[in-house]
T-cell receptor
């Protein structure tokens, strides 16, 4: 069974440029998560989807970040415009349930973003 | 507010020696605790979780953790480590979502 797929794995852009990350969750998983992982820190949730509905986007900086999960399958996270402080690893995860404590999350390898 | 504290940012240990990675939690309500592992250039993987019941939780790759309510701890242990255990380990708790600690980097020395 294929795991969570993310692309690209690495991205280098100049500040003020737009950037997009793509995630394809494990087949059949209803819930999809985007996390931000700064260097030396644990991941922090940006947004959680149940099917196509964003049920928790309280930590998403909506002035420059946006996300979508059309048709409730794969998802795109966008930053426009990127800032130097956005350099980090962006992780996608999926789970078969609705995101409770018994619902195991499966993580992709992440996209490492460097903003110059 | 709930939180977890990982007391060591890095832990060096010789191959085949035992290891303990420390995690303390603070909570006044139900406690759901997890340990995740992140191998180099890979995503996170669940090692084990405590939801209720037996305080000794066994996970994958020979790891186990003990939920200690009196000491508010959930330390991760392995009796004999291998080079392949080199990774970052995250303690986490659930409070409407999973909240991760800052991580402990495990260095295996030959």
């Amino acid at each position: 069974e294929a795991g969570v797929v993310q692309s690209p794995r690495y991205k280098i852009i100049e500040k003020k440029q737009p950037v997009a990350f793509w995630c394809n969750p494990i087949s059949g998983h209803n819930t999809l998560y985007w996390y931000l992982q700064n260097l030396g820190q644990g991941p922090e949730l940006l947004i959680r989807y149940e099917n196509e509905e964003a049920v928790d986007d309280s930590q998403l900086p909506k002035d420059r970040f946006s996300a979508e999960r059309l048709k409730g399958v794969d998802s795109t996270l966008k930053i426009q415009p990127a800032e130097l402080g956005d350099s980090a690893v962006y992780l996608c995860a999926s789970s078969p349930g609705t995101g409770g404590p018994t619902d195991t999350q499966y993580f992709g390898p992440g996209t490492r973003l460097t903003v110059l | 507010a709930q939180s977890v504290t990982q007391l060591d940012s890095q832990v060096p240990v010789f191959e085949e020696a035992p290891v303990e990675l420390r995690c303390n939690y603070s909570s006044s309500v139900s406690v759901y605790l997890f340990w995740y592992v992140q191998y180099p250039n890979q995503g996170l993987q669940l090692l084990l979780k405590y939801l209720s019941g037996s305080t000794l939780v066994k996970g994958i790759n020979g790891f186990e953790a003990e939920f200690n309510k009196s000491q508010t701890s959930f330390h991760l242990r392995k009796p004999s480590v291998h080079i392949s255990d080199t990774a970052e380990y995250f303690c986490a708790y659930f409070d409407d979502k999973i909240i991760f600690g800052k991580g402990t980097r495990l260095h295996i020395l030959p």
